[in-house]
């Protein structure tokens, strides 16, 4: 997972942490360190990385159906963070305001 900071949209500094980032998607924005304002992940972005996932989930469970061996369930775990990784935390984030 992207150990990097992410641009904040109303003070372009890179000071929003990745984790920060993940739950600004669901519940609550991200609040900048350098100048407090609330920005998040548009929710489309959480859909596309949900989606992606639920396709993988269900290539995983052909395969241990298929091959008969439950142990390609666990496939579903590292598909959940390559999905975060690629389509949440590249996503842009947005000034809160506009959602
Ligand atoms: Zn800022």
Redesign the pocket.
């Given at each position: 997972m992207s150990k990097v900071f992410h641009e904040?949209?109303?003070?372009?500094?890179k000071?929003?942490s990745s984790f920060q980032k993940l739950f600004s998607v669901s519940f609550s924005p991200a609040i900048?360190p350098?100048?407090?304002?609330p920005?998040n992940v548009p929710i489309v972005h959480g859909l596309m990385t949900l989606t992606a996932w639920i396709l993988l989930t269900w290539l995983f469970i052909g395969l241990s159906i298929m091959a008969g061996m439950s142990f390609f369930l666990l496939g579903t775990i590292p598909a959940f963070i390559v999905c975060v990784d690629r389509y949440l935390l590249k996503a842009p984030l947005v000034p809160r305001e506009f959602q």
């Open positions: 904040c949209p109303h003070c372009h500094q000071q929003i900048c350098v100048c407090n304002q920005s």
